[in-house]
């Protein structure tokens, strides 16, 4: 039965691994200065952390010239631990 156990889990790991899609990233910029609010920008960062990450990630912010204080939402499973250091 335990082995049965384990290798449930380890299949279940190895498919979440498979399914995983590399991080892509959404700008989102709200201006609602004429109303008497300020400019607020968000940045949906959503996969898996792979090498270029932090590349794509810098490139993103680079072309929509993002404000300081731009909010970023992860959502990751997971990945690369010196991109994701990276990345910070």
């Known amino acids: 039965m335990g082995r049965l156990v384990i290798f449930l889990v380890v299949m279940a790991l ?30 949906y960062a959503e996969g898996e952390i792979s090498a270029g990450t932090t590349k794509r990630f810098m490139d993103t912010v680079g072309k929509h010239k993002l404000i300081e204080g731009a909010t970023v939402i992860l959502n990751s499973p997971g990945g690369l631990l010196d991109e994701g250091m990276r990345l910070g």
């Open 14 to 43: 190895g498919s979440a691994a498979t399914f995983a899609k590399e991080m892509t990233f959404l700008v989102q910029v709200n201006d609602m200065r004429q109303l008497g609010f300020d400019r607020s920008q968000l940045i």
